[in-house]
């Protein structure tokens, strides 16, 4: 199994990587988290990798990951019947890794739901199935991803999202708040949000 692999980055896209490995070109298949945290065309690149044996075994492909955490959520998720690489690469795409440990915590089926490719029933599955895989999932994130797992913060980035704003910006939002706007109410917390995320 190739855990990961090393090569100077030749080219991406937001769903691929490609990699040149000692004169070998190699593809990988990417989420756009993942996409998000490359690095410079040419410049070298280390991405974790999953290699994925479709079940009629007339597919094989190599996914890569920026992080450890996106590769254990990526191959758990496929390890559950009717969910194959492009659902699990379209949620991890859709929800950062924080985001989607907080959907399971805290039964968000509704967050779930809406990732392309899952409904409600699905979601509601996903949670049941993945219960016991929460703490696992949560001692993968960074320090700098598990900053605001109260319920709190969660409250104030739920209703950010639903008003339309993007996870990534609302991120670097919050992480520019000081420790007295969090201690504010989640009212005023989500107001000095937003006026953060103009400042952006």
Not at 91 to 102: A, D, G, P, R, T
Not at 105 to 111: A, G, I, T, W
Not at 172 to 196: F, T, W
């Amino acid at each position: 199994m190739i855990y990961n692999i090393s090569g100077l980055l030749k080219d991406k896209t937001p769903t691929t990587a490609l990699l040149d490995v000692n004169g070998v070109g190699v593809e990988l298949r990417i989420p756009i988290s993942t996409f998000e945290k490359l690095p410079a065309k040419n410049s070298n690149c280390t991405l974790f990798t999953h290699l994925y044996l479709s079940l009629n075994q007339d597919e094989v492909r190599l996914y890569g990951f920026a992080t450890i955490a996106e590769k254990t959520v990526f191959v758990r998720l496929i390890s559950i019947s009717g969910i194959g690489p492009k659902i699990a690469l379209s949620i991890i795409s859709s929800l950062n890794i924080n985001m989607f440990v907080k959907a399971l915590m805290n039964d968000e089926d509704s967050l779930l739901s809406k990732v392309p490719g899952i409904g409600k029933k699905t979601a509601q599955r996903l949670l049941i199935e993945l219960k016991d895989d929460i703490p696992q999932f949560a001692q993968l994130l960074d320090e700098t991803e598990r900053f605001d797992m109260d319920r709190t913060m969660i409250e104030v980035e739920k209703a950010l999202v639903a008003l339309g704003y993007n996870v990534k910006d609302i991120h670097k939002a919050i992480h520019k708040m000081s420790e007295d706007d969090k201690q504010l109410p989640v009212e005023q917390k989500i107001k000095r949000v937003i006026k953060l995320l103009y400042q952006q």
